[in-house]
């Protein structure tokens, strides 16, 4: 069962060649240590990692995924005599749901393997056969967890820390949630690595797509991507994702961002969960996404991370089975003799009893309705249905003891001899029973205070759609028309979905109860057109459209995998992946300093923010050093040096005053001077800034209203600046001052651009670019032909001069057999061929340049002292 790719695994990891035999021996999957604690090899993540690890897998007929999530969709029994263990398929299991892609033409031959923990504690002594088996027959690869670790692991982390911070929970005190504990995100960890290691058992990365399922692992990414640069990666949040300001409180907030960026495809249930997560990357990673066609992107190291926003959907085929089952027909005969026939209406409530489900708020509102609507008293009867909460604790306790406290004095106060107003189900139902309760409900009432997706809803329109045998069962005629009410609460998952439900805040006891009156008092022609509306929705994003769609946009988004770079760089769970275009390599000082060493005829233009000085830098006037590298390069009598800023040029003046034979370029280019005494020329035609009696007043608007922003005012340009304001307020803010600019500025000639963190106006045809070209072409009338250029930049500003001086290889400008270095700052998509990891990088390479100027000046000296001499 072990893939081909995993030989290659074991011989990298013993250094030895694989037995011949290895393939052709059936082997059992491998134990992986389980023991708590810090993961063997989590800090052994390195930045030297050079190039991802490849697989010489063959390639498969079929295509396959590998579906991962903390439980395999595995029911386990064990023969009281024989103690003899046997699995079926869970059919309740999502997982097991999604494989239904059949019938969806582009997933046909899908093959699905699974890989997941069993519900049930396996001996050691057990754990191989149980193993081999599973795969054999079901293709699940079991994760075998020590009782201590999955107790410290979900128990601890999962439903103590991260499901109740995703649910809004803050750990103000020891009894609200757990405070964070170090010892259960090891534990976290430790899983999460565990999970790996069985994917790696049968992986074939070149082919597979791994998708991993819910907050359990979020950070098997990183191990995955870690291994297989190029892995095929997709994961799906199934809960809800916290705003920033709820998010940024958990302590590892950071390690589990950069994790899950480490995925191809990030799946949400809405879009605002996906804006949230979103909001957190921009917040605390200083990450911009953009919608191109539709998709959302997140550029992350050269690598788009694309987000998906799809609402799960029910395994329709599954739950007209459970209708047509006879045992369904004879619970719903049952239960319209216990209420129809009485004269009895039923609300229906279906919910995990848990803190998050709200349903002592239900009870609430249901003797709110009891005590305004006297009419309703002997008639409504709410029937509740409490599933077993999956956590334990406290707060579960105090629900239960709550709920049935209440469920009492309700019926204390408006029940009647046969009549009880609340029946509280609190033992476990089967599925077919469940499906009657739906059957015969004249509303279903969802009013959680905080979901992930929650199908309760659409399994119940489902129900009241019915068949004929049902139809008949409720003395309904042939083809007549369905009818159904939902109360949704609005903090649910799929609430956007339902447009014909009745949204309620849960919190808002008044509303709910009028909710229910209202779905009670509702003609039924309107329930009608309701009913229709969201079973045409229901029954046509099934499970297996989600599934559908989601491995589709997996398969477009890891589609230029092979066509990229990639390699890894840093530790720990900030390890990530860049990847770049194959020509695009880092600068090397040793190849830089030994070009312009050959070189005759020097062209270097530098940018100054972010290159030069630091963006995060708070005086950003040059340093000593800088001028002296500066001075270095001017006096070497075949370098044309220039600085290309952005800034005015009276503070360029005045920053670089020392510098004598440095050319400056002030404002994008608008003014030209080739040294420090020289005339400042202006190498378009004069602006005219009338506009910026227009322009003014605008930018000053979005000032006033959007704290820590500035206004640059330059001689020919104005520059609304909100590096220091709220970075997704300053964000929009730019977008609509974009808007705003354009549509006020239309008939002046000025252009208005979007930087890092600014807004420009400035004249047209001013760039970058233009200074370039003009320095080449000076170059030229002066029959110097430049053999080595270095252009060097950060921000998008800089592209224009590097396309500039990477199409005039091929022109006369340059000496046929110039050396080009056109260099951005940092690893991320650009027209330049090189990059500098940061401004560190950058004075290595100046100072390298520098000391080669500095020794032929010095030997220039003194070969001019002995030719004084003799």
Known sequence: MVSRSYSNLLELASDESPSPSFNRIPRRIPRVVTAPGIVPGLDE???????????????????????????????????????????SWDKDSLLLQLKDTHQYQNHADMEFVFVGSLREEIPISEQDEVAQVLFDSFKCVPTFLSPDLRTRFYLGFCKQQLWPLFHYMLPLSPDLGGRFDRGLWQAYVSVNKIFADKILEVINPDDDFVWVHDYHLMVLPTFLRKRFNRVKLGFFLHSPFPSSEIYKTLPVREEILRSLLNSDLIGFHTFDYARHFLSCCSRML????????????????????SIKILPVGIHLGQLRSVLDLPETEVKVGELIKQFRDQDRIMLLGVDDMDIFKGISLKLLAFEQLLTQHQECRGRVVLVQIANPARGKGKDVAEVQNESYAMVKRINEA????????????DSPLQFYERMAYYVVAECCLVTAVRDGMNLIPYEYIIAREGNDRLDSVLGLKKCASKKSMLVVSEFIGCSPSLSGAIRVNPWNIDAVADAMDLALEMADSEKQLRHEKHYRYVSTHDVGYWAN???????????????????????????????????????????????????KTRAILLDYDGTLMPQASIDKSPSVKTIEILNSLC??????????????????????????????????????????????NIRVPAADISWKQIADPVMKLYTETTDGSTID???TALVWCYEDADSDFGSCQAKEL??????????????????????????????????????????RERNLLPDFVLCI???????????????????????????????????????????????????????????????????LSLRSTVRLDE
């Open 286 to 305: 200083g990450l911009t996404y953009e919608s191109k066609r539709g998709y959302i992107g997140l550029e992350y190291y050269g690598r788009t991370v």
């Open 549 to 599: 769609s989601f491995l589709q946009d997996l398969e477009r988004t890891c589609r230029e995998h092979d066509r990229r770079r990639c390699w890894g760089i840093g530790f720990g769970l900030r390890f990530r992946v860049v990847a770049l275009d194959p020509n695009f390599r880092k600068l090397s000082v040793e190849t830089t300093v030994s070009a312009y060493r050959r070189a």
């Open 414 to 425: 408006f029940g009647q001899p046969g009549y009880d107003p609340v029946i509280l189900i």
């Open 45 to 87: 993540l390195s930045d030297d990692d050079d190039a991802s690890v490849s697989s010489s897998s063959s390639h498969s007929s079929r295509d396959r995924t590998i579906i991962v999530a903390n439980q395999l969709p595995i029911c386990v029994s064990r023969d009281p005599n024989s103690q003899k263990l046997s699995f």
């Open 738 to 779: 974009l808007s705003h600019l354009e549509s006020v500025l239309a008939n002046e000639p000025v252009s208005v651009k979007v930087g890092h963190n600014n807004v420009e106006v400035k004249p047209q045809g001013v760039s970058k670019g233009l200074v370039a070209e003009c320095l080449l072409a000076t170059m």
């Open 635 to 680: 006096r070497d009598k075949n370098n044309a040096v220039f600085l290309v800023s952005a800034k005015s040029r009276r503070i360029l003046s005045d920053w670089f005053s020392p510098c004598e034979n440095l050319g400056i370029a002030a404002e994008h280019g608008y003014f030209f001077r080739p040294c420090r005494d020289a005339e400042w």
């Open 713 to 715: 005012d330059k001689e």
């Open 793 to 859: 930049g950060d921000d998008r500003s800089d592209e224009d001069m590097f396309e500039v001086i990477s199409s005039a290889v091929a022109g006369p400008t340059l000496d046929p057999e110039a050396e080009v270095f056109a260099c951005t700052v940092g690893r991320k998509p650009s027209k330049a061929k090189y990059y500098v990891d940061d401004t560190a990088d950058i004075f290595r390479v100046m100072q390298g340049l520098a000391n080669v100027s500095d020794q032929s000046i010095l030997s």
